[in-house]
């Protein structure tokens, strides 16, 4: 390519710092999915996974894309439902801003974790039939009540059958709250609570 071809699109900025080495760590994981296509959104969602909540101008640095480009592929993921604007600001710069708006802060959702493939699942496992067979099946009882009536404790109970379906909802946002992919949905009379694994 010419120089001078090259130097007349100003809009362009190019970054000399070496990214290869990380941007290598961040796309080759095996953590996540991958596709031709979603190789870049892959990673976006790693670095979320790994050190989230993150500025897309942050994202774009460490995979040595532009900034712009890091947006489109964190607006796909919004709409996914993988990815939300966080509410408060991180880093060094938390509450020290300077002109211009406020840079947005992104983070997975519990649906974006969601999709990622964990060991914690086999870990969890073993640990609660290791938990059977040292304790019976009462401990395992015993732990999934402790831990529904921990994430649910600040819920009372409906006051009247009216106030069933408020109630519901109440808990399947404490526990999508708490990591766990739930909604609701209307069965016959009832009010039914859905886990997403």
Request: proline content about 3%; glycine content about 12%.
């Amino acid at each position: 390519m010419a120089v001078g071809k090259y130097l007349r699109h100003t809009g362009v900025v190019k970054s000399v710092t070496d990214h290869s080495t990380e941007r290598a760590q961040v796309a080759g994981d095996d953590l996540l999915p991958g596709s031709v296509d979603g190789q870049t959104r892959d990673a976006v969602i790693k670095l979320l996974v790994q050190d989230g909540p993150l500025k897309a101008s942050d994202i774009a640095e460490r995979l040595g894309i532009s900034a712009a480009g890091v947006r489109r592929h964190l607006d796909a993921l919004t709409a996914a439902g993988d990815v939300e604007p966080s509410s408060a600001e991180y880093g060094v710069s938390a509450g020290h801003r300077g002109r211009g708006r406020p840079a947005k802060w992104f983070q997975l959702t519990s649906t974006g974790r969601g999709k990622l493939r964990h060991a914690y699942d086999d870990l969890a496992g073993a640990a609660l039939r290791a938990l059977r067979e040292a304790a019976g099946d009462g401990a395992v009882e015993k732990f999934a009540r402790d831990r529904v009536e921990r994430i649910t404790e600040h819920i009372e109970p409906a006051a009247s059958a009216d106030a069933v379906p408020a109630t519901v909802e109440k808990i399947a946002s404490a526990l999508t709250g708490a990591g766990y992919a739930t909604n609701t949905r209307h069965v016959g009379n009832g009010v039914q609570i859905c886990q997403h694994h």
